[in-house]
């Protein structure tokens, strides 16, 4: 088992900011942005590790005394061509391996062409050790602030809801070596995770979502995802080593428009970094 995570740093950035709000000609526009990586980091006073899932939630998270602090960039909206971008930071609370950890995360959408209006979003989660796994239930948005351009609310995806596990399965002694373990995530979740045709029916239901894992080396792996609705592809680099600064380029709508997506986050605890 790796340890603690910080598995929602980007997750919940941009989770539920539609590409309405940076304008739009048609319902086709009226489509939330996908969650750009989301930032992993290793136990306490060892190195950090590369992120396991992107554009999903996973089921490791935030303890007590964690931080994360980040920011996603996509070259264009889903629907609309031109660039947006957002933040998040958050914190932890509790401990998952004790009994449960806590995540809160507090998103602000798209800083280029809109500004103030974000969301927050919580995650409980719970490892299992001998397992090396973790399961968590969460709320994206739950709470939200300000208006996108052309609507009357910060984000038209809605608070979306999700259960999700995740396994870290070593393939070598150590996991930190080239090819040295698979990580597995595999969830459901209503709100952003469903379907196009869903969202654009007005469906109240849940949709599955998954992703997959493989640690190149110590400071990359590489990942693929399923949203609920398309596919999202990426590399997860520490380029400073054990130092917990995560970069995650990947190209994401691989089915439909696939489009260029950038993440950036650092973990942090109380006193130092991890």
């Known amino acids: 088992m790796t340890g603690h995570r910080i598995g929602a740093a980007l997750a919940a950035l941009l989770a539920a900011a539609p590409a309405a709000a940076q304008g739009g000609d048609g319902p086709?526009?009226?489509w939330r942005l996908p969650a750009p990586p989301t930032l992993e980091v290793a136990?306490?006073?060892?190195y950090a590790a590369p992120a396991i899932t992107v554009g999903i939630p996973s089921g490791f998270g935030a303890d007590w005394a964690d931080g994360f602090v980040g920011a996603g960039f996509q070259h264009r909206t889903r629907w609309r061509d031109r660039p947006d971008a957002g933040l998040v930071a958050g914190f932890g609370v509790g401990s998952a391996r004790r009994n449960v950890g806590l995540e809160v995360a507090v998103s602000q959408f798209g800083t280029i062409h809109s500004c103030c209006r974000g969301g927050v979003s919580v995650k409980a989660h719970r490892?299992?050790?001998?397992?090396?796994?973790?399961i968590a239930v969460g709320v994206e948005n739950g709470a939200t602030w300000g208006h996108a351009e052309g609507?009357?609310?910060?984000t038209d995806a809605g608070t979306s809801v999700y259960l999700v596990g995740s396994k870290v399965i070593r393939l070598r002694r150590d996991p930190a070596y080239p090819l040295g373990s698979l990580s597995v995530t595999a969830g459901v979740g209503s709100g952003?995770?469903?379907?196009?045709?869903?969202?654009?029916?007005?469906t109240r239901t849940v949709n599955p979502f998954g992703g997959?894992?493989?640690?190149?080396?110590r400071p990359a792996s590489l990942l693929a995802t399923w949203t609920g609705q398309d596919a999202t592809a990426a590399v997860s680099v520490l380029?400073?080593?054990?130092?917990?600064?995560?970069?995650?380029?990947?190209v994401a709508d691989l089915t439909t428009r696939p489009r260029f997506i950038l993440g950036v986050g650092y973990g942090f605890t109380l006193g130092g970094s991890i």
């Open 127 to 134: 490892l299992i050790v001998p397992a090396g796994a973790s």
């Open 151 to 154: 609507s009357a609310h910060a």
């Open 192 to 202: 952003r995770f469903r379907t196009e045709d869903q969202v654009f029916a007005r």
């Open 28 to 30: 086709r526009d009226r």
């Open 239 to 250: 380029p400073l080593g054990r130092v917990p600064l995560l970069v995650t380029p990947g």
């Open 212 to 217: 997959l894992s493989l640690r190149l080396a």
């Open 43 to 46: 136990a306490r006073g060892h």
